[in-house]
């Protein structure tokens, strides 16, 4: 069992910047994909960011391309989402996740593990 926790969350001005962390319990960590997700109330989970073992491969929608980067230290079971230039849009509960077969990607179902979320405020 993985066990993921968030955490660098909170409210920020538009044009600000915020690093979200999430460390995940369990000795494979360095062989899972990992992923941001967000969900803004009444709208659906959406991708953010999401990186390979490797950490030379990540991915990102257009949304958030160019604005934010994601990285990971297998040393210290943890992922990293950097936040930069944020818009209003981008206020949402962000959410990691764990993907044990590497594949990784924006598909929801392939991740197992979900870590509780941590909330990102971005004020006008």
């Known amino acids: 069992q993985v066990q993921l926790v968030e955490s660098g969350g909170g409210l920020v001005q538009a044009g600000g910047s915020l690093r979200l962390s999430c460390t995940a319990s369990g000795r494979t960590f360095s062989s899972y994909a990992m992923a941001w997700f967000r969900q803004a109330p009444g709208k659906e989970r959406e991708f953010v960011a999401s990186?390979?073992?490797?950490?030379?491969?990540?991915y990102f929608p257009d949304s958030v391309k160019g604005r934010f980067t994601i990285s990971r230290d297998n040393a210290k079971n943890t992922v990293y989402l950097q936040l930069n230039s944020l818009k209003p849009e981008d206020t949402a509960v962000y959410y990691c996740a764990a993907d044990p077969r590497g594949w990784g990607l924006a598909m929801i179902s392939n991740y197992d593990y979900w870590g509780q979320g941590t909330q990102v405020t971005v004020s006008s």
């Open positions: 990186i390979r073992w490797s950490a030379s491969m990540t």
